[in-house]
């Protein structure tokens, strides 16, 4: 690979660390931080750099394990409730818990079991086992046994435990340095008034913290401009003291990219491009005696960069096993597609539908951060594979304990906001609650319904024999007599979306045919879709006549961004969609928008919150400010 070539290629992940790993060692990088001794008090977060040994027994002495008296047991032998034992004075005497056991005796019994004399004597209904309520002399730790080994992240626990053993002092490998230096003309710092074009600086904020979670001293240096020799000064100063430089953006093909020629030229470059999405233009390689990584500026790869190839490195260099997260089987929700040749981690949502894991992808890309803000669990598809099937079990590192997922509400189908609505509603009313919906369109949400991947399916399916909704697609699908409830969740008005001001003055669906007209439309199985086709059928027309029919887009909105952007001319959805991108609206139909669900799951402690929430008249008065719905069925049971 030479310094100057622009093209990032990609070496599967496991080759790309076995490269650095080889560049570490010959620019004499350190295998190991330095071992230093500090007081056990500020020991916790640390790693054993040698292994804890006990000096001193705990406890230290045989001791009373509970509040009363220390007796020797052999006196007590043949004591019960008819024949009960008179202890005189000076044959027993009276301790409290952790006291040293006095000398001569062997046992303790509770004060509640003593019945003190008017002489002063303890009486004793019951004979006492020796050893009973004594701890003995190193029944928790006992000197020169081995603690801790070697190589251990200390807990609050451990160092309690060292200290007992008699540790005042702990030999633990000094927390790592890590430096990170964003670089770009448009970062700004966080808080800065910000101009048409600058981004801020969340990078630095998120990695700094991403190190100092993982045990690490993080330190961020000034924002660098896209300047290759002032990047280069700035890396030579920030590895010069740290054990890790993390270099932000410029890891691309683009005219201000520089880091790999940075990295080359200050140092030795050993990859550039790794088979990983997000993530894939990765520089690693080392300056001077400092292993230093390029992190690609888009957040999600940045985030993920530390994942893959800061963290493990850090824990190495404190000696330490890399932290792995628990995982869990789940089924995907629906298919998700994947590029061969790149390992794929796709973030994901995960619910409890019946008595498996559902595991829903999140939006896969690289800027959308809030993918990963939103993730439960997280799904690698390797590079071998193209994808899985919708229902195929896979393997999730979760982000979340499995306890949390519980009441998420798993909605597969068709997309409208009113879910979206739904789920902030429900977050703000228990922050324990989400609301995770995916779209696949209607057809595709009666089908994840039917094979048992999530708890309710949006569905406006139109079934042009009878001009009715949904019902008659459930009873193909599921048969007569299987138990689906149908709960209406809104009618709403169905239209053609038009730039603002309806430029070409299109009045309805029989001027879709206009040579040059620029439709799009919606993907196969949704509502909307079938929708369109009766319209045209009901005219005559055949969906050939339509420019664009066959250009798809997944959702409302993202129809509204494609007439927005100008990147099409009309296409029909809802009107709700029409006023988020300030587009106009030219009414075709009204149409009912319904919640598909299992009967038994009505009255789940998971969906009761979504019923109650349906019938609130704050809610319906939310949801009809959106635009063109109404709530006069809203909670009602069709089916
Ligand atoms: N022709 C090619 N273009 C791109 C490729 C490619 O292989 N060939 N890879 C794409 C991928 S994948 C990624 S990821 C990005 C990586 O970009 P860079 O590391 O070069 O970063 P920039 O282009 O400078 O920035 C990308 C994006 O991130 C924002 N950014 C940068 N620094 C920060 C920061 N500190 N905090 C928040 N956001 C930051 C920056 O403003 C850009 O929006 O390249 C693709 N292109
Ligand atoms: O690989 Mo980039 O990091 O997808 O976004």
């Not at 998120?206 to 890396?235: F, H, K, N, S, Y």
């Not at 691309?252 to 990219?257: E, F, I, L, M, T």
Request: overall charge negative; hydrophobic content about 45%.
């Amino acid at each position: 690979m030479t310094a100057e070539s622009p093209f990032v290629s990609d070496v599967p992940a496991v080759q790309a660390l076995a490269a650095w790993r080889e560049a570490r060692a010959v620019a004499g990088c350190p295998a190991r931080v330095e071992a230093v001794r500090v007081p056990v008090g500020d020991a916790v977060g640390r790693v054993t750099a040698e292994p804890v040994w006990a000096t001193r027994s705990s406890p230290a002495f045989d001791s009373a394990g509970m509040d009363g008296i220390a007796v020797r047991a052999a006196d007590t032998v043949g004591a019960a409730e008819t024949t009960p034992v008179l202890l005189a004075p000076g044959g027993f005497e009276v301790v409290d818990t952790g006291d040293p056991l006095p000398p001569g005796y062997d046992a303790v019994v509770m004060r509640e079991h003593v019945h003190h004399t008017a002489d002063g004597s303890a009486e004793l209904r019951a004979g006492v086992p020796p050893y009973q309520h004594v701890r003995s002399i190193g029944e928790d730790i006992s000197a020169a046994e081995l603690l801790l080994p070697q190589g251990h992240r200390l807990r609050p626990v451990d160092v309690a435990a060292c200290a007992a053993a008699g540790a005042t002092t702990l030999a633990v490998r000094r927390a790592p340095v890590v430096a990170i230096v964003p670089t770009g003309d448009e970062i700004r710092p966080i808080g800065a008034e910000l101009a048409p074009g600058d981004i801020l600086d969340t990078n630095s904020l998120m990695l700094a913290a991403q190190a100092r979670e993982a045990g690490c001293e993080a330190r961020v240096t000034e924002i660098v401009p896209d300047d290759p020799a002032a990047i280069a000064a700035m890396v030579r100063t920030a590895a010069a003291d740290a054990d890790l430089v993390l270099l932000i953006a410029g890891s691309s093909a683009g005219r201000d990219d520089y880091t790999a020629r940075v990295v080359a030229e200050t140092g030795s470059l050993a990859v550039h491009g790794v088979a990983v999405r997000p993530g894939h233009p990765v520089v690693l390689g080392t300056v001077g005696e400092t292993p230093i990584v390029g992190v690609p500026g888009y957040p999600v790869s940045a985030a993920l960069t530390f994942d893959i190839f800061a963290a493990p490195l850090l824990a190495e260099l404190e000696g330490a096993a890399p932290h792995e997260r628990p995982s869990a089987a789940a089924r995907l929700a629906r298919k998700l597609p994947s590029a061969l040749g790149t390992d794929d981690w796709v973030r994901v949502r995960l619910g409890r539908v019946h008595d498996q894991v559902v595991a829903t992808p999140l939006p896969r890309g690289a800027g959308v951060l809030t993918s990963l803000v939103r993730a439960d669990g997280l799904l690698v598809v390797p590079a071998g594979l193209e994808g899985h099937h919708a229902g195929e079990e896979v393997r999730v590192e979760l982000l979340r304990g499995l306890a949390d997922i519980g009441r998420t509400i798993v909605a597969i189908g068709s997309h409208d906001l009113v879910l979206d609505l739904a789920a902030s509603a429900l977050r703000a009313t228990d922050p324990l609650i989400t609301l995770a919906s995916s779209n696949v369109g209607s057809l595709g949400g009666l089908v994840a319904l039917r094979d048992g991947l999530c708890h309710i399916a949006g569905s406006h399916l139109l079934d042009p024999a009878t001009g009715e909704y949904t019902l008659s697609y459930v009873d193909k699908l599921f048969g007569p007599d299987v138990d689906v409830a149908v709960v209406r969740l809104v009618h709403r008005d169905q239209g053609l979306l038009v730039a603002s001001g309806n430029p070409l003055g299109l009045t309805g669906i029989g001027d879709l045919t206009r040579p040059g007209l620029r439709y799009v439309n919606r993907q196969r199985g949704a509502g909307t879709r079938v929708l369109l086709d009766h319209e045209l059928t009901r005219r005559g027309i055949d969906p050939a006549e339509v420019p664009g029919y066959a250009r798809e887009e997944h959702t409302h909105l993202a129809v509204a961004a494609a007439i927005a952007a100008g990147r099409a001319d009309t296409g029909l959805g809802i009107l709700a969609a029409a006023r988020a991108f300030g587009l106009d609206f030219v009414p075709v139909a009204q149409e009912p928008y319904d919640l598909v669900l299992r009967t038994r799951d009505l009255d789940s402690a998971q969906l009761r919150p979504l019923w109650t929430l349906l019938e609130q008249p704050d809610f319906q008065a939310e949801v009809e400010k959106l635009g063109g719905y109404s709530c006069a069925e809203t909670g009602r049971r069709i089916r």
